[in-house]
C-alpha cells in the first residue's frame, strides 16, 4: 500500500504522463463516491477505492489508452478514471442537485500540487446524501428484497454517522420532508438496522 492509496497514487501517475506526453490542460475535476470519503478520512483503508468518480470533463480520446495502461500499473479497475454522470441535458450535478439537494465541493489540499487537474471533493453531507438516495432506490426498485441493496452503501453510511458530527437519522427524515426520499422509512429502517450492530460494536 501507498502512503496516499493506489487511487492516489495513479492520479499522480496519470498527471505525470500526461505532462510528458506533452498535454498542456487543465482539468477540473469534482470528486464523488469512495475516493472522496477517503480523501475526508471516512473510509481508513487507503487502498480500498479502486476508482475515480467524478464530474467533469473527459480527457480527450487519444488518451485511453494511456488512461487503462496507468489503471494496470497500480492494480486498479480498467474504467479507474471515470466520469460519473453522462446528462442528457448537458448539466449532471443540477440533475444530481434535482434528487438530494444542493451539492457542495471544496479544492483538496492533499491534491493541490497536480499540474493538469484542480480536484475539488464533495463534502461528507453531499456523499451522505448520494448514498441514501441510492438506496432509496433499491427500495422504490423492490422494498422487500434488501438484499439486492449494495451492502457498500449502508456500510459507508454507518461510516459516516461513526466519523463525523452528522445525525444522519436527521439527514433522513429532512430529505423525507422534502420529498428527495420515496420510501424514507424503509430507508431510516434499513440505516437503523445497520447502525445499531455498528454502536454495538464500538460500545
Known amino acids: 500500500m501507498t502512503d496516499e ?27 464523488v463516491g469512495g475516493y472522496a470519503l477517503q480523501l475526508h478520512g471516512v473510509r481508513s483503508n487507503l487502498d480500498e477505492a479502486t476508482d475515480i468518480d467524478y464530474y467533469g470533463e473527459a480527457l ?40 438530494i439537494g444542493k451539492l457542495r465541493f471544496a479544492p483538496s489540499a492533499s491534491l493541490n500540487d497536480l499540474r493538469h487537474f484542480r480536484v475539488q471533493i464533495a463534502d461528507v453531507d453531499t456523499l451522505l446524501r448520494m448514498k441514501l438516495i441510492a438506496i432509496d432506490t433499491q427500495a422504490i426498485a423492490d ?6 441493496a449494495r451492502p457498500r452503501d449502508l456500510d459507508d453510511v454507518a461510516l459516516i454517522a ?19 426520499l420515496l420510501e424514507p422509512a424503509a430507508v431510516r429502517d434499513r440505516v437503523r438496522a445497520t447502525l445499531a450492530p455498528s454502536a454495538a460494536r464500538r460500545g
Open 5 to 31: 492509496g493506489r487511487v492516489t497514487a495513479a492520479l499522480r501517475d496519470l498527471d505525470e504522463r500526461l505532462d510528458a506526453a506533452g498535454f498542456e490542460g487543465v482539468m477540473d475535476i469534482q470528486v
Open 143 to 148: 422494498i422487500d428484497r434488501w438484499d439486492l
Open 60 to 99: 480527450p480520446l487519444h488518451y485511453a489508452t494511456l488512461i487503462e495502461a496507468v489503471g494496470v500499473t497500480h492494480g486498479l479497475e480498467r474504467l479507474w478514471f471515470n466520469i460519473y454522470v453522462m446528462s442528457p441535458d448537458g448539466d449532471p450535478i443540477g440533475d444530481m442537485e434535482i434528487a
Open 162 to 180: 461513526s466519523t463525523t458530527s452528522i445525525d444522519v437519522m436527521k439527514v433522513i427524515a429532512e430529505m423525507g420532508d422534502d420529498g428527495l
